[in-house]
């Protein structure tokens, strides 16, 4: 059974950082692609960052660029998002996602049916 358990996040103010954590289990996890998404209330659930097999390919959404980092630790079956400068329109719940093998087009790592398995969540919230 595939699982993927996030975990990091928490209450903030404006411009602190936060570090988010995916250990997932029940796959290869080095044959996965991951992502992280986030929803917010009342808005639909949307594209943060991805990052490929080998961590060679990192995609991130222009609302994230230059604040937020992905990376994974294969032996360790973890994909980190490290986010500084956060700021109150990035409160969401982030949930992590696991793709196996890779996107066919770079474009497809920001879709959401590209992925197959999902966490259940982690709530980020940062207050202004």
């Known amino acids: 059974q595939v699982r993927l358990g996030e975990s990091g996040g928490g209450l903030v103010q404006t411009g602190d950082s936060l570090r988010l954590s995916c250990v997932a289990s029940g796959l290869t996890f080095s044959m996965n692609s991951m992502a992280w998404f986030r929803q917010a209330p009342g808005k639909d659930r949307e594209f943060v960052a991805a990052?490929?097999?080998?961590?060679?390919?990192?995609v991130y959404a222009d609302s994230v660029k230059g604040r937020f980092t992905i990376s994974r630790d294969n032996p360790k079956n973890t994909v980190y998002l490290q986010m500084n400068n956060l700021k109150p329109e990035d409160t969401a719940v982030y949930y992590c996602a696991a793709d196996l093998g890779e996107p066919m087009n770079t474009a497809n790592y920001y879709d959401s049916y590209e992925y197959d398995y999902w966490g259940q969540g982690t709530q980020v919230t940062v207050s202004s």
């Open positions: 990052i490929g097999l080998d961590s060679t390919v990192t």
